[in-house]
Every structure is written in structure tokens, then in C-alpha cells.
């Protein structure tokens, strides 16, 4: 089973950066990971994804702007966010699968004030 938390979210006004964290209990070297966001009143939707060998995906919205990057030696998935607007603002999760089960982090709120 793994457990997933992220941190590094926070209020920031458009135009600025964050960086947020995702740490795993065990080893994710075998696993692709993803970032999703949740904005309120609407669907939650894929931002980012990494696969195992490192390839990336990116929601058209923002791409130039966001990075995903894993270091599997730390167990830990980041989505560095650049050139923020307020319509990133949304509770940012990580995500992982492992042998079929999908598993979640808690999330961790992005507010961007224009």
C-alpha cells in the first residue's frame, strides 16, 4: 500500500511560483506518477504525469509553465508551477497506481489572487 502527502501549497499572487511536494511511504521507482487539481465546481482533472522512465504530460493549459519531476532515490514527485493565474487555483493531489489500485494524497490547497 501507498501512502501519498503532499505539501507546498499556499496563497500566491498571480504571476508567482510555488512548488509542491508529493512524498511516498515506499518506493515508487516502478510507478507513474501524477498531479491532478480539483477547482470548485468542477471535475478533477490530470495537470502532470511522469511515467517510470521519466517522459512527461501536460495538460495543454500548462504547459511552459508547470514541470513534473520525480527523484525515486527520496521517494518524492514535484510540480515546480510557474506564471500562475487564478484559474490554477484548485486542491492539488498526487497520484499514483500500483498493480490496479489507485491511491491518492490528501491534497493541498493553490489559491492564485489576481
Known amino acids: 500500500q501507498v501512502q501519498l502527502v503532499e505539501s507546498g501549497g499556499g496563497l500566491v499572487q498571480a504571476g508567482g511560483s510555488l512548488r509542491l511536494s508529493c512524498a511516498a511511504s515506499?518506493?515508487?521507482?516502478?510507478?507513474?506518477m501524477s498531479w491532478y487539481r480539483q477547482a470548485p465546481g468542477k471535475q478533477r482533472e490530470l495537470v502532470a504525469h511522469t511515467t517510470t522512465s521519466g517522459r512527461t504530460i501536460y495538460v495543454d493549459s500548462v504547459k511552459g509553465r508547470f514541470t513534473i519531476s520525480r527523484d525515486n532515490a527520496k521517494n518524492m514527485v514535484y510540480l515546480q508551477m510557474n506564471s500562475l493565474t487564478p484559474e490554477d487555483t484548485a486542491v492539488y493531489y498526487c497520484y499514483t497506481n500500483e498493480w490496479g489500485t489507485a491511491y491518492w494524497g490528501q491534497g493541498t490547497q493553490v489559491t492564485v489572487s489576481s
Open positions: 515506499g518506493s515508487i521507482s516502478i510507478n507513474p
